[in-house]
């Protein structure tokens, strides 16, 4: 399957400010996903992001504090805007090369908020 | 909604002592449960998709089985490598969303 890259692999931020986090794929992916992972947790979906269009949110997650893009089928973007305490966790990408197929994941973004 | 609970939680076994995972779910027609092995510090990495019950998958020393209810991953003869973190996860409907469980945190004593 393809491999996934993240950037960063972890940071250290302060409350009130925002990180983009970058996702690259080595190679075309059908689908895109944004995971969090807190500690201890399972993974849960924030969203699926759409080529060319508004990315799809899931309940609990909206786009003005979680801003996704994607403009082709090998890179993808997650923001989190306005960092609280309450947003450190792991942030993982995660892509499908066909429809049927299995997901893949990248090596996660370890973000604190302090 | 679909419901994933895998138990236990943590698991410490001896090198060589077999044993096995359980994964219950509840879901809406399933189009795939999956196992996935999550070491420290790293993303999931992919170990099986089953489709029906009675299905089975094999890797060394892993297999998967899967029932109507429940999804089981055997080890056996673990080696201190094996430890990690074990997820299921699964699939449903016509749906993309995969829901995963809170997984099962495997240590394996030299």
């Known amino acids: 399957s393809a491999v996934i890259s993240q950037k960063p692999s972890r940071d250290i931020c302060q409350r009130g400010t925002s990180l983009t986090i970058q996702c690259q794929v080595d190679s075309q992916v059908t689908m895109m996903f944004w995971y969090r992972q807190q500690p201890g947790q399972s993974l849960t979906l924030i969203a699926t992001a759409n080529q060319g269009s508004e990315a799809t949110y899931e309940s609990g997650f909206v786009i003005d504090k979680f801003p996704i893009s994607r403009p082709n089928l090998t890179f993808s973007t997650l923001t989190v805007s306005n960092m609280s305490p309450e947003d450190s966790s792991i942030y993982l990408c995660?892509?499908?090369?066909?429809?049927?197929?299995?997901?893949?994941f990248g090596p996660g973004t370890r973000l604190t908020v302090l | 909604e679909d419901q994933v609970t895998q138990s236990p939680e943590a698991l410490r076994l001896q090198e060589g002592e077999s044993s096995s995972l359980n994964c219950s779910y509840t879901?809406?027609?399933?189009?795939?449960l999956f196992w996935y092995r999550q070491d420290p510090g790293k993303g999931p990495e992919f170990l099986f998709t089953?489709?029906?019950a009675g299905e089975e998958k094999e890797k060394e020393r892993l297999k998967a089985t899967l029932t109507k209810k429940e999804s089981f991953l055997h080890i056996t003869a673990p080696k201190p490598e094996d430890s990690a973190t074990y997820l299921c996860a699964v699939r449903s409907g016509g749906y993309q969303k995969v829901t995963f469980g809170t997984g099962t945190k495997l240590q394996v004593i030299p």
């Open positions: 995660s892509g499908k090369e066909t429809w049927d197929n299995e997901q893949f």
């Open positions: 879901v809406s027609g399933l189009r795939g």
């Open positions: 089953l489709y029906s």
